[in-house]
């Protein structure tokens, strides 16, 4: 088989040596030697910006795959935190803090016109969180509608939200 290979390969040698020495006496000898080394300069020119611009197309391609494979793990959901009149006591203030802000710099609620306390917070899907709500600044009180309540080493037990 190696003897075929080296066999179809020179025929074809051949031939390309023979259309150029064909071409060589019809054109003037310099005209030749200047003509080849300008197209071969060419042809690499031409080259090397093509297969450059193919690899900035598929760089930012790659990126944004990567950044639409992330975004999903990120997604947040509403939650609304809303403490009843009843629990609320004449308050003035109401804050509610947990897991999602290191039980620091609550999040107040807002009266509404019926007296309760309400707000909204996004929080990352698919985790559960622990909270309690800080009434006036000094009382903690539970969300009495909360999914469950998980307890605290003081004593007391905290409320859970899945978002």
Do not use: C
């Not at 009434?135 to 309540?149: F, L, Q, R, S, V």
Request: glycine content about 4%; hydrophobic content about 45%; proline content about 6%.
């Amino acid at each position: 088989m190696a003897s075929k290979k080296e066999s179809a390969k020179t025929p074809v040698a051949t031939k390309a040596a023979k259309t150029v020495k064909t071409e060589t006496p019809v054109a003037a000898k310099k005209t030749v030697k200047a003509a080849a080394p300008v197209a071969a300069e060419k042809a690499v020119k031409v080259a090397e910006p093509v297969a450059k611009k193919a690899v900035k197309v598929a760089e930012p391609v790659a990126k944004k795959a990567a950044a639409k494979a992330a975004a999903p793990v990120a997604k947040t959901s509403k939650v609304t935190f809303v403490l009843p009149k009843e629990a609320v006591e004449n308050a003035e203030t109401v804050a509610v803090l947990g897991d999602f802000n290191n039980w620091q710099n609550g999040v107040v609620l807002t009266k509404q016109k019926d007296g309760s306390f309400k707000t909204a917070v996004e929080l990352e899907k698919g985790r559960s969180y622990e909270y309690r709500f800080l009434i006036n600044g000094e009382k903690w009180e539970n969300d009495w509608a909360a999914e469950a309540y998980h307890p605290t080493p003081f004593g007391t037990y905290n409320s859970v939200v899945t978002a």
